[in-house]
T-cell receptor, first 113, second 116 residues
């Protein structure tokens, strides 16, 4: 069974631009969550989607948004990029919201210059 | 206040020895789950083990076991017979409440180095 996939794996953007990251969960998984990892702040929860609805949101500005499609694939978008948005963005999927195991993808490393 | 505290930024262990990575948590919710993840230098987070707050027994998965002490609010990870491939960052995480789905709160991590 294929794992969680994220595209692209690496991305370089300029301050002020916007970016869209994609996450394909494990087949059959319906819950997708996003995290930002930086050396200073560690791993921080961004948002969670289930059945195309945002169920939980972390403490991030409105420049960070996401959505989930009917096939459970998810995208996150960051508008008006700032230098501080440089991070590893990780996506995780699980069968359901109550399921104990969350499986992470390899991440997208975003560099903002 | 920190919800998840990992007090060991870095640790060394000799190959084939056991090692304990500390994790304490803070929550007033009676229903919660505790997770441990491994993150090698490649960046991918690898799920290791899970313990629910109502589980009566400590979780075990192969060489990994979770020493769950509810009254002390600690959930230490024990790795038996360390291998060179165990060198990585280890994160403890918590999900509070029964309806928080994929929202995990992570600790700062412990970097484990296994010496040959």
């Amino acid at each position: 069974k294929a794992g969680v996939t994220q595209t692209p794996r690496y991305l370089i953007k300029t301050r002020g631009q916007q970016v869209t990251l994609s996450c394909s969960p494990i087949s059959g998984h319906r819950s997708v969550s996003w995290y930002q990892q930086t050396p200073g702040q560690g791993l921080q929860f961004l948002f969670e989607y289930f059945s195309e609805t945002q169920r939980n949101k972390g403490n991030f500005p409105g420049r960070f948004s996401g959505r989930q499609f009917s096939n459970s694939r998810s995208e996150m978008n960051v508008s008006t990029l700032e230098l501080g948005d440089s991070a590893l963005y990780l996506c995780a999927s699980s069968l359901s919201r109550e399921n104990s195991e969350q499986y992470f993808g390899p991440g997208t490393r975003l560099t903002v210059t | 206040a920190q919800k998840i505290t990992q007090t060991q930024p870095g640790m060394f262990v000799q190959e084939k020895e056991a090692v304990t990575l500390d994790c304490t948590y803070d929550t007033s919710d009676p229903s919660y789950g505790l997770f441990w993840y491994k993150q090698p230098s490649s960046g991918e987070m690898i799920f290791l083990i899970y313990q629910g707050s109502y589980d009566q027994q400590n979780a075990t998965e192969g060489r990994y076991s979770l020493n769950f002490q509810k009254a002390r609010k600690s959930a230490n990870l024990v790795i038996s017979a360390s291998q060179l491939g165990d060198s990585a960052m280890y994160f403890c995480a918590m999900r509070e409440g029964w309806n928080q789905g994929g929202k995990l709160i992570f600790g700062q991590g412990t970097e484990l180095s296994v010496k040959p």
